[in-house]
């Protein structure tokens, strides 16, 4: 007998659930004809400041230009270099290849895949040997868990630093009682459809306290202008976020803390199920995480992923290969002794399906495939 299908993601659930609501909001903007910067732009700007308190948030076009956006506010240029983690997607790395700097790999710690800080020193250190001047820091809160900031922050103060959180994965999540949106000198994030707060396209937003550069990336947004619009005073982008998307996003805000509470009971069911069998995700003390991904890592990791497609779970792999083995981005060199864990992790790293509609029927088949894949007894026969 064929088994219903399991989705990876499951945003069809989540589009009956918004239902008519959504039609609507998108049918306003269709008849007010406001496409460009329209009012639901700067609605959802101001949903997403009182959502995070963050005093100044550009909505634009996506994730990759978010953190575009304020690498150019900060002038980013030949000869500096930029510290991000080897265990990422590329678009943290790619932006400062664009501005023609130079992106160091750190590595990350093997329990929270997260920037390692004993390794963003070494990788200082490797900046400053190569004849680069270091002048930013981009951690990566990877899978939905914010990056260890109180290390990070010491490091960048004493070393003058700033700052750019990647929270592409993880907007929505707190770091000991800190909203992301207000750490560092601003944080990023993207509303591709897959992430925890996500359209229907692309998206993204750049959050900051910084009046200054809240005001150079409202003028990059839109090709650098002045106030006056045709004399442009910098170069800029086409950097603007669609107002149909943005009234996607005002309404799937409204249900995203409750959201975020599903994702957290699904995780936390994973992980009690799961735990003696695997080694499950860990959320670092006084951390939230949206959970972008629920990420174990197993040593035989190909034989699993292919006895669950087998059986009908989808899994996938984030990510196969760390930014320094790939092809654009070997060239660019690593911290100090190198970024051994990245490389380990690439190897072992699996993740199961992850969304808020996930139901405790569907999740036991998974749970239960997991554990018969690994040789284990289902859960119930072993508390017999
Ligand atoms: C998705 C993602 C991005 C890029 O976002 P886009 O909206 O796809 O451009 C950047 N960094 C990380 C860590 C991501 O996961």
């Known amino acids: 007998m064929m088994s219903d299908s399991i989705a990876f993601i499951d945003l069809a659930a989540q589009r009956r659930r918004v239902g008519s609501r959504m039609?609507?909001?998108?049918?306003?903007?269709?008849?007010?004809?406001?496409?460009?910067?329209?009012?639901?732009?700067?609605?959802?700007?101001?949903?997403?400041?009182?959502?995070?308190?963050?005093?100044?948030?550009?909505?634009?076009?996506?994730?990759?230009?978010?953190?575009?956006?304020?690498?150019?506010?900060?002038?980013?240029?030949?000869?500096?270099?930029?510290?991000?983690?080897?265990?990422?997607?590329?678009a943290t790395a790619e932006v400062v290849a664009w501005l023609g700097a130079v992106p160091i790999f750190v590595d990350c710690l093997p329990e929270t895949f997260n920037m390692d800080p004993a390794s963003l020193e070494f990788g200082i250190n490797t900046a400053r040997q190569l004849g680069l001047k270091p002048v930013g820091v981009i951690p990566v809160d990877l899978f939905g868990q914010p990056a260890d900031y109180d290390a990070i922050e010491a490091i960048c103060a004493r070393e003058d630093l700033w700052i750019l959180c990647d929270a592409a994965q993880s907007f929505g999540a707190s770091y000991r009682g800190r909203k992301l949106g207000t750490?560092?000198?601003?944080?990023?994030?993207?509303?591709?459809?897959?992430?925890?707060?996500?359209?229907?396209?692309?998206?993204?937003?750049?959050?900051?306290?910084?009046?200054?550069?809240?005001?150079?990336?409202?003028?990059?947004?839109?090709?650098?202008?002045?106030?006056?619009?045709y004399d442009n005073v910098r170069i800029g982008m086409n950097g603007r976020l669609d107002t149909m998307?943005?009234?996607?996003?005002?309404?799937?805000?409204?249900?995203?803390?409750?959201?975020?509470?599903?994702?957290?009971?699904?995780?936390?069911?994973?992980?009690?199920?799961?735990?003696?069998?695997v080694a499950v995700p860990v959320v670092a003390e006084g951390n939230t995480s949206v959970w972008a991904q629920y990420t174990m890592r197993v040593p035989n990791r190909d034989a699993l992923?292919?006895?669950?497609?087998?059986?009908?779970?989808?899994?996938?792999?984030?990510?196969?290969?760390p930014l320094h083995q790939q092809t654009?981005?070997?060239?660019?060199?690593?911290?100090?002794?190198?970024?051994?864990?990245?490389?380990?992790?690439?190897?072992?790293?699996?993740?199961?399906p992850m969304h808020p509609y996930l139901e405790e029927a569907v999740q036991d088949r998974i749970i239960a495939a997991v554990r018969e894949a690994l040789g284990a007894e289902t859960r119930s026969q072993a508390a017999e």
């Open 23 to 90: 039609d609507e909001a998108i049918l306003r903007v269709v008849n007010h004809g406001g496409y460009i910067m329209g009012p639901e732009v700067k609605q959802f700007e101001a949903d997403l400041s009182a959502f995070c308190g963050a005093k100044h948030v550009i909505s634009c076009a996506n994730g990759t230009d978010a953190l575009a956006l304020v690498l150019m506010a900060k002038s980013v240029k030949p000869g500096q270099a930029i510290l991000c983690p080897s265990f990422t997607f590329a």
């Open 183 to 229: 750490i560092g000198a601003a944080t990023s994030t993207s509303f591709f459809p897959a992430k925890p707060l996500g359209c229907y396209g692309d998206g993204g937003a750049v959050f900051t306290n910084d009046d200054e550069l809240a005001a150079i990336m409202r003028s990059l947004r839109v090709h650098g202008q002045g106030s006056d619009k």
């Open 245 to 277: 998307q943005a009234a996607v996003l005002i309404e799937k805000l409204k249900i995203f803390p409750d959201e975020i509470a599903a994702r957290d009971r699904v995780a936390k069911r994973y992980n009690e199920m799961l735990g003696d069998v």
């Open 305 to 321: 992923a292919a006895a669950l497609k087998a059986k009908g779970v989808p899994t996938a792999i984030y990510y196969p290969k």
């Open 328 to 352: 654009a981005y070997s060239k660019f060199p690593c911290a100090g002794n190198g970024v051994p864990v990245s490389e380990r992790l690439a190897g072992e790293v699996l993740s199961l």
